[in-house]
Structure formats: C-alpha cells, structure tokens
C-alpha cells in the first residue's frame, strides 16, 4: 500500500511538474532565463523511471521497432550526411523526444488517486483564471501578450488546460462545459488554429453521436464530415495562404509555403529514406544551416535565409520529408494505431468520451502541425502524456471486462 501510495505521489508531482514548468511557465522561464531545456529533463525523468519501475511488456513491440527505426535513420544520417553531423544528432534527440515520452508514460502505471485529479482539476482552473486577463489586456497578441507568452502558446495552453481538466474530471456535463470554455479563452489570442480546435472539440463532444452498432453508418459519419467542414470554414484564409496564394509567385515565396513547396523537390530527390536528421524545416538546420536551402533555392527568401531563419521550423509536415515516404507512412501510421486502439475500447467498454478524446487529440496535432512544431516540443510532449493517460485507462479497463 505504502509503494502505491509513494507511486501516486511521484506521478502527481511529476504531472503537476510538465502541467506548470513544461507548458504554462516554459515560455516565460524561457524569456527570462534563456533555459529552454525543461522539455528534455522531462522526457528523460520518464525515461529513468519508465528503466527503474515501468512496465517492459507493455507495447514493448513497438517500442522496439520505434528505437530500431530511430537508430537505422541515424546511422544513414551519419554515412550519408547532408549536413554536419552536431546538427544530425541533435535534431535526432529533438525527434524521438516526444516518442520517447509517449512509450515510456504509457509504460509507467501514472495513476493517481481521487483526491489528486480534484486538485488538477482545480488547479486548472486557478490557471485559467489567472489567464484571463491576459487574454482580454491581450486581445489579439501583441507586446501586452508576449511579455508572457507568445500568442500561438496562450492558444496550446488554453488547449492543455482545457483537455487535462476533461481528462481528470468526472466528465459530465459540467466538467464538459468547463472544459470547452477553457479552451475558448484561447480564443483572445486571434490565431485561426485555436478556432479550428474549438470547432473540432466542439462538433465532436457536443454535436457527433457514435452509432455503438456500427460505426460506419450515415448517422455517424454525415454529422463528422459536417464537423470537418465547419473546421476547414474557420481555417480556410490560412489554408488558402499555405497552399496556394503563398505559393503562387515563385519568385516572392513566403517563408511557410516554400517549406511546403520545398517537400515536392525533397521527395523527388530523396523519396524512399528523404535527406536526413537535421537537414530540413527542423531547429538543427536552423542553427548549422542546411546546405538544402541553397540547392533548392530559399536561401533567399525572407526568414528562411542564413541572416534571417527565423522560419526555418515554422511548421511540422515540411520535416517529415526528411524521413521520406517510408518516414512519413509510419507517421500516419503512429496515429492509425492510437484510433484502433480508441475505437476497439469503445466497442468493448463503451467509453465515447474515451474515444471522442483521443479523436481530439489527432486533430489538435493535424491543426498543430499545419504552422507549428508543436509535435517536436514542450506542448506536444505535454499531450502526448496525456493521451497516455488516457489510453492506458481505456486498456486497463478493457482488459478487466475480459
């Protein structure tokens, strides 16, 4: 009893711990300091504890065949570099992060008592309140909101907020109602993705009811093509920018739709095992900038130059073709496998909330990844252990019905 009891507490300080230092203070500690590591503490605290006390049985397949792509990626890297080899290992290190936290928090038994999930949940909201008159004074981003935060990180805390308090809560309609207006408060920070989210959380747990007979029926999916098309509504100017008017001119590219641009010409050239770690749309090749910038031409362009990369790791797609097409097929493939696993639990225990969420959590990581890394860093990192938790909880109860 006593270990449980100790195992409780850790993973309670250790999930208050990412709630705080990795997701609402990260960006201020950053400011302040210069110390943008928090992150990678975490990542490897989970990985020590995951070595000392995880479960080793647990997706150990997975795991396995994860760290064995991870490493033939890196030794390829290194044989055949187009980049120097600081900028490949650490844009390695920045890569299998977020899968390194997601394997060994699904590992660990993160379970903690009633007592403590009351405490997150008010915790959240203490946080949200706090945030509020940031997010009024403000309005829109701007000097006033980035003495705190940027305004694309006030839109992911109040997105973390919203889905840890769902999560840890009774989930009623209340807890619900709570939930969605945390989310909302991101709102004040006027950035298209916290909109696109917002729909999608929206449509999703208030609107979409899952047929428990069948899930591909009329009645289940014509209410989420509706809820995809509203999310492509509230998003669209920026999808137009993205893809096609900030394409259009060749010769006064943007910087976000020439990263985009540029994956036709990666993938053309590199289509099976694509250029390499650090060598495109990543930090690393930001910092020892990559010789692709100046094969393919955006070496020029504003943001995207070696005076000026500020850009350079603007988005997160724009990196996978660093892994090509076999990289990219077990990206998608990393999702495919979360949504089984969602839906066999849905069928088995009944859980909609339990599927609708990890449903959203695929979709903030598509919205992310459209104009940010998010994937690679501190608010990703963040809900993929939540995820965890969730996933652990739907099969710790699916293999009790067995």
């Not at 903690?112 to 981003?141: N, S």
């Not at 099976?272 to 990543?282: D, E, I, M, N, P």
């Not at 066999?344 to 959203?360: A, C, N, P, Q």
Request: proline share 2%; net charge positive; glycine share 6%.
């Amino acid at each position: 009893m006593r270990i449980v009891e100790k195992y409780s507490t850790a993973n309670f300080l250790l999930l208050i711990g990412v709630l705080l230092l990795g997701v609402i203070f990260y960006d201020y500690i950053d400011q302040q300091t210069g110390f943008s590591y928090i992150d990678e503490i975490f990542a490897f605290l989970l990985l020590l504890t995951w070595v000392i006390r995880g479960d080793k049985s647990v997706k150990a397949k997975e795991f396995l065949f994860f760290s064995l792509i991870a490493l033939f990626y890196l030794i390829k890297s290194l044989l055949y570099p187009l980049n120097v080899s600081k900028a490949i290992w650490i844009d390695f290190i920045i890569e299998i992060k977020p899968f390194i936290a997601f394997y060994c928090a699904y590992n660990l038994d993160l379970n903690i008592t009633e007592k403590q999930k009351k405490i997150i949940c008010r915790l959240c909201i203490i946080i949200a309140l706090g945030l509020l008159p940031l997010g009024i004074v403000g309005f829109g981003g701007g000097e006033k909101m980035a003495v705190f935060c940027l305004h694309s990180r006030f839109c992911t805390m109040c997105e973390c907020l919203g889905v840890t308090y769902f999560i840890f809560s009774k989930r009623d309609k209340r807890s619900l109602l709570i939930a969605s207006l945390m989310i909302a408060l991101g709102i004040c920070a006027m950035r298209s993705k916290i909109f696109g989210f917002l729909a999608l959380w929206l449509g999703i747990m208030y609107i979409w009811k899952i047929d428990m007979r069948r899930f591909f029926r009329m009645k289940t999916i014509v209410p989420m093509v509706v809820i995809l098309f509203g999310v492509i509504y509230v998003a669209w100017e920026k999808i137009v920018f993205y893809f096609i008017t900030g394409t259009e001119n060749s010769e006064n590219l943007y910087a976000r739709p020439a990263l985009y641009l540029g994956i036709v010409n990666i993938l053309k050239d590199h289509p099976v095992l694509g250029s390499g770690f650090g060598t495109y749309a990543c930090w690393a090749s930001r910092i020892f900038y990559s010789p692709l910038y100046y094969d393919y031409g955006l070496s020029n362009i504003y943001g995207l130059s070696p005076d000026v990369p500020n850009f350079i790791n603007d988005a997160f797609y724009p990196l996978l073709c660093q892994f090509g097409l076999i990289g990219i097929i077990l990206y998608i493939n990393f999702w495919r496998l979360r949504f089984i696993e969602a839906k066999r639990s849905l069928y088995t225990i009944g859980d909609v909330y339990g599927f609708k969420l990890v449903l959203l959590f695929i979709g903030f990581f598509i919205i992310e990844s459209t104009s940010d890394t998010t994937f690679t860093h501190n608010r990703g990192m963040y809900m993929l252990i939540m995820l965890t938790l969730v996933l652990k909880d739907l099969q710790t109860r699916r293999n009790d019905v067995k």
